[in-house]
């Protein structure tokens, strides 16, 4: 298993923006599926945003859809993701997961994770 590297996150209010980098050291990040999940107090990771490798589809939680936007340099082996108008709601952890070939929303799918990077949004 890879630790993926995560930087970014904070805390901001209502309305404001984030962005989320990862990086997979180790890894050709072409060939994988990108997933990005958040995990309440409590609760099991859920998808956010999964986008297949090579340039493939991307699909999106209806929650944040028109507001959160994950996007790859693959060569930078980095996974970028930017939040916008964020809400209370939004206040989670937030992971990056690498799967070869395939995105899917379910976490136990994908064999490497980041450490997670905690996002607040207050009102």
């Known amino acids: 298993q890879v630790h993926l590297v995560e930087s970014g996150g904070g805390s901001v209010q209502s309305g404001g923006s984030l962005r989320l980098s990862c990086v997979a050291p180790?890894?050709?990040?072409?060939?994988?599926?990108l997933g990005w999940f958040r995990q309440y107090p409590g609760k099991e990771r859920e998808a956010v945003a999964w986008m297949t490798n090579y340039g493939g589809r991307t699909e999106y939680k209806d929650s944040v859809k028109g507001r959160f936007t994950i996007s790859r340099d693959d060569a930078k082996n980095t996974v970028y993701r930017q939040m916008n108008d964020l809400g209370p709601e939004d206040t989670a952890i937030y992971f990056c997961?690498?799967?070869?070939?395939?995105?899917?929303?379910?976490?136990?799918?994908?064999?490497?994770w980041g450490q997670g990077t905690q996002v607040t949004v207050s009102s």
């Open positions: 997961g690498a799967r070869f070939a395939i995105a899917t929303m379910y976490a136990d799918e994908y064999e490497h």
């Open positions: 180790g890894l050709t990040l072409e060939h994988y599926g």
